[in-house]
Every structure is written in C-alpha cells, then in structure tokens.
C-alpha cells in the first residue's frame, strides 16, 4: 500500500504531482488520486511528496511537514563553486576520531543519493570508532604484507605492492593514519552499482569537507580488502552478494590548504551533433 492521500483544504488542483509522476500512478479527478492499475509501478521516489507547492500530498504515510524546504535553503552558486574547487586529496589525519554523531548525520543526509530507477541497494559500511580502526588497520596491514611475502599477489597488483611494502617500515600507506574508513558496496545484480556507490561517496566527500573533515579516496584499501586479502570483507561485515566499488578513509585533517588550485579546462569539448 502506498498510503496515498491528498489534504483536499491544501490542494490546488495544479495535477502537478500527476505531471511529475515518471510512471504515471498519479491521476488527476477533482484530486491527485492513485491509478490502480498502475500502483505497482511506484519506485517510492516521493517526487509527487516533494513537488506539491503547499504540502497537500502524503505518500507512504510522510508528512510533508517534516521534510525540509528547498527555497532560500540552497548554498550560493559561489560556495558551492569553491568547495567543489577546493576540496583536496587529504593524506594526514589527527589521530582524535570525528564525532559519531556527525558521522551519522553525514551518511543520513548521504542516503538522499539518487540510485538507478530509485533501487537504493547502496550500502555504506563505515568504521566510526577509531579503536576498531586501529584494530582494522593492523589486520589490513599484516594480511596484505603476508600475502606479498609469500609471493601470493594477484596478477596486475605489482604497482600496489611497491606502495604496501612501505607498510614494512612502519607507514600507513593503506588508510594513510585516518580514523575512519567508508566503504560503499552494492549487489552484483543493481542496476548501476558502479554509479550509484559512487555518486553516494562523491556526495559524502563534498558534505564531509563541508563539515572540516578530510577524506581520500583509497584505491589502495579497496584493493587490499577486494584483491588481496578478500577475507577483510567478512571482517567488515559486507554481504557475500554484494560488489566494493569504492573505499573512502577520512577523519580530521592534520593538514589545512588555503586556496583552490587551477585547471586548464582541456578536457572540455563542445559537441555541436
């Protein structure tokens, strides 16, 4: 059941939900109502929720009171500009791990990521507590540098090995010292997993910097928890059905960078079809 219904005092009778509707569930009498027929094609993407001007329509029994007004409540164009400008690749984290509870709002706001045809299957599995992530890190570490020891390292990790046996002396080249790690997954039969796991973490850095946190996306760590010590999966808890697509470490950054640096814009091309 959708739990449709239409405060008749608020409505105007736009039929701008019946409009907005990508399947077609909505039609329009004296009032939006729900085409019966068509009800099973809902993807509970609560556009027709978000798109009614005075809040007359609930769906799934959300009160559109609830949810929070976009007018005068977007950042400037120019923010937004700079922060996507300026945020950096940040390899040295404060050892102090970020607040849980801002870690959580981060990855409610972040669960706003669109997903191919609605299917939110994104999973974000993150190590919040920096203890469990020291924890993570040695066992990460002993595991990959076993691997290469024993001249077990998947065809192709050449490259990856030259970094990890830095780990030898004592230097986190794996998470980079940060305290915390995210790790966006997805199961193998969604949609568009490569897309949706990565518009979530692109959402997650930019709300992350926005907050002061650092991150760095960990090419390294997904390939030592994917490639070279899979068994590091069960260890995070990520189910057996599901793709790693992207590893993300973060945490408070031991470095500030005070400007922007500068593209060229080369690999802007204007196609004129």
């Known amino acids: 059941m959708l739990n449709f219904t239409v405060d008749t005092e608020k409505c105007t009778q736009c039929g701008e939900c019946a409009r907005d509707c990508l399947y077609g569930i909505i039609g329009m009498d004296d009032h939006p109502f729900i085409r019966e027929d068509k009800e099973d094609k809902c993807i509970r993407c609560q556009h027709c929720l978000a798109v009614c001007k005075p809040g007359a329509i609930s769906i799934f029994g959300l009160n559109p009171a609830d949810s929070a007004p976009l007018d005068g409540g977007l950042p400037d164009p120019e923010r937004m500009e700079t922060l996507i400008m300026g945020r950096r690749s940040v390899r040295r984290y404060k050892k102090a791990g970020a ?13 706003h990521a669109p997903t191919a045809v609605n299917q939110q299957k994104t999973r974000l599995t993150v190590v919040d507590d920096p203890e469990a992530m020291d924890r993570f890190r040695e066992r990460a570490t002993t595991a990959a540098l076993k691997v290469i020891r024993e001249g077990r390292l998947p065809d192709g990790m050449e490259r ?14 794996i998470f980079r010292n940060a305290p915390h790690l995210l790790v966006a997954s997805a199961p193998s039969d969604t949609l568009a997993p490569m897309a949706d796991c990565h518009i979530a973490m692109s959402y997650f850095e930019l709300l992350a910097n926005s907050h002061g946190l650092g991150t760095v996306w960990d090419g390294i760590a997904k390939a030592v928890i994917t490639a070279i010590a899979p068994e590091l999966q069960g260890v995070l808890g990520i189910p057996d059905d599901h793709q790693i697509i992207c590893v993300m470490a973060f945490g408070k950054p031991a470095v500030k960078y ?16």
């Open 160 to 173: 990856i090995a030259d970094f990890l046996r830095g780990c030898e002396s004592g230097e986190d080249v």
């Open 99 to 111: 607040d849980p509870a801002l870690i959580r709002h981060l990855l409610e706001v972040v669960s």
């Open 258 to 273: 005070h400007r922007s640096v500068q593209r060229s814009g080369e690999n802007i091309f204007r196609a004129v079809p």
